[in-house]
T-cell receptor, first 112, second 117 residues
Framework: KQEVTQIPAALSVPEGENLVLNCSFT??????LQWFRQDPGKGLTSLLL?????REQTSGRLNASLDKSSGRSTLYIAASQPGDSATYLC???????????FGGGTRVLVKP | GAGVSQSPRYKVAKRGQDVALRCDPI?????LFWYQQALGQGPEFLTY????????KSGLPSDRFFAERPEGSVSTLKIQRTQQEDSAVYLC???????????????FGSGTRLTVV
């Protein structure tokens, strides 16, 4: 059974610092990995998707890497802003079934 | 509509009551998913539809949970005899891609927060 773990569970940084969020998964047989953002009381917003054959994806200040063989992904957010405060979730689409398996999320607070 | 719409946004149920949660996916989206998100945790898969066919219901926690999508558009998640452990946010997501394992982007609804008292 696929298990996804996110470390740390919570993170607080001053504005301007770079953020590093970690995600690990137990089964490397995946089609892709996604990073989502969740604001309180809101749904999920997809940030980046990395196909299993890719090593990284970038969008603006966001960069996500994928090391499928070791079961790890890292989301980097450069020059954090208070508007980046949210919960960040990673999820993998496993080769075995029709579903995303999510990690528990990292709650991020960026202080002005 | 422009996005995935879920109703009601909030539902308070007394233990033992039946509830029905509705999801209106984006028009034309073939795939529809339900997830359960307990407080402070990530979403967990409940069930998956491709059009009206329920292809995977392996995540439904008990036989008190039932989902349907009779016409391949709107879906309803029904929970019978609610219990306190059913308290969670129930998220619906839809995707245009009929091959679910090749999904590029999901669009999630804002969820229904169910509180069982």
């Amino acid at each position: 059974k696929q298990e996804v773990t996110q470390i740390p569970a919570a993170l607080s940084v001053p504005e301007g610092e770079n953020l590093v969020l970690n995600c690990s998964f137990t089964d490397s047989a995946i089609y892709n990995l996604q990073w989502f953002r969740q604001d309180p009381g809101k749904g999920l917003t997809s940030l980046l998707l990395i196909q299993s054959s890719q090593r990284e994806q970038t969008s603006g200040r966001l960069n996500a890497s994928l090391d499928k063989s070791s079961g790890r992904s890292t989301l980097y957010i450069a020059a954090s802003q208070p508007g980046d405060s949210a919960t960040y979730l990673c999820a993998v689409w496993g080769a075995a079934g029709n579903k995303l398996t999510f990690g528990g999320g990292t709650r991020v607070l960026v202080k002005p | 509509g422009a996005g995935v719409s879920q109703s009601p946004r909030y539902k308070v149920a007394k233990r033992g009551q039946d509830v029905a949660l509705r999801c209106d996916p984006i028009s034309g989206h073939v795939s529809l998913f339900w997830y359960q998100q307990a407080l402070g945790q990530g979403p967990e898969f409940l069930t998956y539809f491709q059009n009206e066919a329920q292809l995977d219901k392996s995540g439904l926690p008990s036989d008190r949970f039932f989902a349907e999508r009779p016409e391949g558009s709107v879906s309803t998640l029904k929970i019978q005899r609610t219990q306190q452990e059913d308290s969670a946010v129930y998220l619906c997501a839809s995707s245009l891609d009929p091959q679910a394992f090749e999904v590029d982007r999901y669009t999630f609804g804002s969820g229904t927060r169910l509180t069982v008292v």
